[in-house]
């Protein structure tokens, strides 16, 4: 499992700085050999998950180096399935580089395999903790995102279509991160009941997960009124970043609680 872990790391890395290159020498050639090793580098990572899983048995997804596979596994995802829904190939220069960086990340945890703890024993598991995999992906995609539509100029023309379609990509991809991490917050409450008999214990990553709540419901609310400067809420999205991966691994390392397995 080990190997087969720095196989996946290590086709990933190839893809990146197959895509810098092409990027930097705008070489369409070299751009789609990077996405085939991209492709192919999600394959593998896909088959890590599943064989993870099956020797576990259970979800891989119990602890730290498991979330952080799982979600460089959802960025990968959700970027591929961009690609092929709306052509947005310029969203790989830096989503490739996302997806590395967090499984940089987890190649730095522990990777043995452990036991369930009893508190995670429970059918709330997939849904809360896949859940999170989804929200946090989409946000760090929707930030982006947001870096091509700031590179589109610094006074980027609200009328110009392709700046348009980035802007309501953000949109989209935020919208659908607010609706994963609103799952996660309730059914972390309810499962926080069961496991706890508390529903809100303010535990370092609940208070967390629901500041990333509040500021993509203000995101979300600044967008709907379209009164705002869409360069605006794209360096919006990117200085939410940084929240999103705090709320992933700074609140473990940092502000230890009940949340501190993983």
């Known amino acids: 499992m080990n190997l087969l872990f720095f196989v996946v790391f290590g086709a990933y890395f190839l893809a990146v700085i197959a895509q810098f290159s092409a990027t930097a020498f705008k070489k369409e050639k070299l751009a789609r050999i990077a996405w085939w090793l991209f492709l192919a580098a999600f394959a593998l990572h896909s088959l890590f998950l599943v064989l ?8 891989p997804l119990s ?6 596979c799982a979600f460089a596994w959802g960025i990968a995802l959700l970027l591929i399935v961009l690609r092929d829904k709306t052509k947005a190939d310029w969203l790989s220069a830096a989503a490739m580089p996302a997806a590395l960086l967090v499984l940089t990340y987890a190649a730095l945890q522990p990777r043995e395999i452990t036991e369930l703890m009893p508190a995670l024993r429970s059918a709330w598991f997939g849904i809360h903790i896949g859940s999170a995999v989804f929200s946090y992906s989409a946000f760090v995609l929707a930030g982006c995102a947001g870096l091509r539509y700031i ?3 610094k006074t980027a023309d609200p009328d110009d279509r392709k700046q348009r379609q980035t802007d309501y990509l953000i949109y989209r991809l935020v919208g659908f991160g607010f609706l994963f991490l609103t799952v996660v917050i309730l059914s ?3 499962w926080a009941e069961q496991a706890w008999s508390a529903f809100w214990t303010w535990d370092p990553k609940e208070t ?3 500041i990333t709540w509040i500021i993509y419901a203000v995101y979300l609310h600044l967008r709907l ?15 939410a970043v940084p929240v999103v991966l705090f709320t992933f691994a700074g609140v473990n390392t940092l502000l230890p609680g009940l949340h501190s397995y993983g």
């Not at 009124?225 to 200085?239: F, G, H, Q, S, T």
């Open 52 to 59: 993870r899983g099956v020797i576990a048995r259970r979800l």
């Open 63 to 68: 602890n730290q180096f498991e979330f952080a």
């Open 151 to 153: 590179r589109g100029g």
């Open 188 to 190: 972390g409450a309810i």
């Open 208 to 210: 967390w997960a629901l």
């Open 225 to 239: 009124r379209r009164k705002m400067d869409p360069a605006v809420l794209a360096w919006y999205v990117i200085i």
